[in-house]
């Protein structure tokens, strides 16, 4: 099988490599860039654990396969962290205790980043379900992922 040359920015550092037609956009990210945080769970797109965001909009990474990448910005959650500050979702996420395992937080994260950075979009508790309803934790109930969410666009809005 052919090589396909694969440019990509990823957590805005340049790639220009050979990827196999074939590879999976986590894989290329988790093995060949040694990002972990990156997490494959179902690898079927269902779990959201593998969610990174491709120019801004979150994607399944498990679903995609590296070649769609090619020429595009992609974000995972090592991103979030800046000089040593860790985002306020991730910091909400601790806060309230919204984990457990920690395995399925990335993909909580990187869903809820491009609506966290659109001033536009405020989330109660109600519309905090909405917006992680696609995405599967199997440590707990949901409650305390629902209010470091609510809690982080609260917080977010007294900034200003």
Sequence with gaps: MNAFHLTVEVNGVNHETDVEPRRLLADFLRDDLHLRGTRVGCEHGVCGSCTVLMDG?????????????NNSRIETVESLQQDGQLHPLQ???????????????????????????????????TSA??????????????????????????CRAHDD
């Design 57 to 69: 909009q979150p994607v399944r990474s498990c679903t995609v396969l590296a070649v769609q990448a």
């Design 129 to 154: 379900r909405e917006a992680i309803s696609g995405n599967i934790c199997r440590c707990t109930g949901y409650q305390q992922i629902v209010e470091a969410t609510v809690e982080a666009f609260n």
């Design 91 to 125: 910091s909400s996420f601790s806060k309230c205790h919204a984990l457990q395992c920690g395995f399925c937080t990335s993909g909580f994260l990187m869903t809820l980043k491009p609506l966290y950075d659109d001033d536009e979009v405020t989330l109660d508790a």
